[in-house]
């Protein structure tokens, strides 16, 4: 019972949580309202998933009510889930795809499986670069630090050229929220947007939702989530996405701005950097005596976990406070007070990575979080691929595909 015994270490240690999933370790929203009986299956009166006619279908059209001209469908398999789903779905019309960069690790996924055509630029680039009638655009929005850029003029943009727009909008759930949060990109009318509810929201991990406008490509899009997600959806997971949805709608921000103006000026106090990010929920912290990686090291010592750390600096994902919660905040504050903010030496993680060199990438390598691709598969392995795969090694940064590429060409020398 290993999982057991490192998450009950967790669990007693008290650990405070600055990622995602959005309940925190159950302190935001009413996740202890549901019940381990409530794990039922497709019995009668409870519907299917597959194909809503009862309660999930009337679920379904009370959630695309949040943006208005959507259909709407609950997923129990993630974002990822989705964005496959789409990608599959609009290949069968639709020749090319451009992918805004910093797409998620999925986004390549379901190109791969297609087998389509795509062409990455940067989001400035699709007003100076040609779009074609009939072009997916698929769009990062807001970013995993929770920056966010003009995406009305976007969207706007990309229907003036015949285009169509499809949002991974995972880390957005929570946009509208209140006053003071931005827009979603279903307010400038995203032809597909995906949100994941499970990481700014208070629901269970995979708890997802599509949202599409056309009713024709909607179905087109369900025999695909229909063939890819389980054919045993969790009742426990629909529930949270309807619990989720409802603390949406209910939500008054003034607790969560209040105290995040408290933890701000306490991190500020204690020498930190606080850049705001356009998301109020995200904050990126840095200090002028440490590396950002000395940073993540430092909090994790107190048991405080940030979502991730870059170069950029630590991302914290804050909790959506509200009246009522159980959120540990003055323990958090009590141990951020306890802190030494001073460098420390971090004992660097090394592999030799320099026989990749020159070579294919049979494995995807990415840094996770976030899950942005570093080196695609079959894209030749260069000189500052190495750099900064060599960096992200030395700062303990977890690298999919890195052991599988150095495990094939190891193999592939010693023959």
Partial sequence: MELYKKITEKIRHECISMHVPGHKNNTIGYLSDLDWRYDMTEIEGLDDLHDPADVLSRLNADIATKYEGYKAQLMVNGTTNGIISAIYALSQAHERFIVIRGAHKSV??????????????????????????????????????????????????????GGLVL??????????????????????????????????????????????????????????????????????????IEQAHAF?????????????????????????????????????????????????????????????????????????????????????IDRIGKVEFRARKLEPAEAEVDILEGRRCVKTIVPYPPGIPLVHENEVITQAHLKSIKHYLYNHVRIEGIKYNLQYYSNEDNQ
């Fill in 108 to 161: 390549y996924h379901g190109l791969g499986l297609t087998g389509s055509s795509y062409r990455e630029m940067a989001l400035e680039e699709i007003y100076s670069n040609d779009i074609n009638p009939g072009d997916v655009v698929i769009i990062t929005y807001p970013t995993y630090t929770g920056e966010c850029f003009d995406i009305e003029n976007a969207i706007h943009h990309i229907h003036s050229l």
């Fill in 167 to 240: 949002t991974d909008e995972a880390h957005g759930a929570h946009l509208d929220i209140a006053e003071g949060f931005p827009s979603s990109s279903m307010k400038f009318d995203s032809d597909i947007t995906i949100q994941s509810y499970h990481k700014m929201l208070p629901a269970l991990t995979m708890a997802s939702v599509i949202f599409v406008r056309d009713v024709k490509l909607y179905e087109s899009i369900m025999k695909y989530i229909n063939y890819f997600e389980t054919s045993s959806p969790s009742y426990l997971v629909m529930l949270s």
């Fill in 248 to 332: 949406y709608r209910n939500y008054s921000a003034d607790e969560f701005f209040r105290k995040r103006s408290l933890m701000i000026e306490i991190l500020e106090r204690e020498g930190l950097q606080v850049n705001e990010q356009d998301d109020p929920a995200k904050i990126l912290l840095k200090h002028k005596d440490m590396t950002p990686f000395m940073l993540h090291d430092v909090f994790t010592a107190h048991y405080i976990y940030p979502e991730m750390v870059t170069d950029e600096g630590v991302l914290f994902c804050l909790p959506l406070f509200h009246a009522q919660d159980r959120y540990p905040f003055s323990l958090l």
